[in-house]
């Protein structure tokens, strides 16, 4: 079994900082990519940025200089940290990740249960 469990979101002013956490734990033989997407009420999930095993990331254009994307692969643990946080910054974030298990032969999607980011005054 494999679970990804997210922590840090939660209420911020504009302009403020926060930094996402996203571990992975279970049966995991290997992590390919890692990401993070967010989805407002209504709308479709939408990818944040995206972090290879060998650390190539990728942002979305409307994160880019704010946001940024981070791994520690000895921790099997994906980072965002959001800076200059907007109120339209305001969602549910979901890690994703791309895992293996010690009873696969290929990864398969992963997600977090999605944690709360507000960004208001």
């Known amino acids: 079994q494999v679970q990804l469990v997210e922590s840090g979101g939660g209420l911020v002013q504009p302009g403020g900082s926060l930094r996402l956490s996203c571990a992975a734990s279970g049966s995991i033989f290997s992590i390919g990519n890692m990401g993070w997407y967010r989805q407002a009420p209504g709308k479709e999930r939408e990818l944040v940025a995206f972090i290879t095993l060998g650390g190539s990331t990728n942002h979305a254009d409307s994160v880019k200089d704010r946001f940024t994307i981070s791994r520690d692969n000895t921790k099997n643990t994906v980072y965002l940290q959001m800076n200059s946080l907007k109120p339209e910054d305001t969602v549910v974030y979901y890690c994703?990740?791309?895992?293996?298990?010690?009873?696969?032969?290929?990864?398969?999607?992963?997600w977090g249960q999605g944690t709360q980011v507000t960004v208001s005054s």
């Open positions: 994703n990740a791309v895992i293996r298990r010690w009873s696969q032969s290929t990864g398969s999607d992963y």
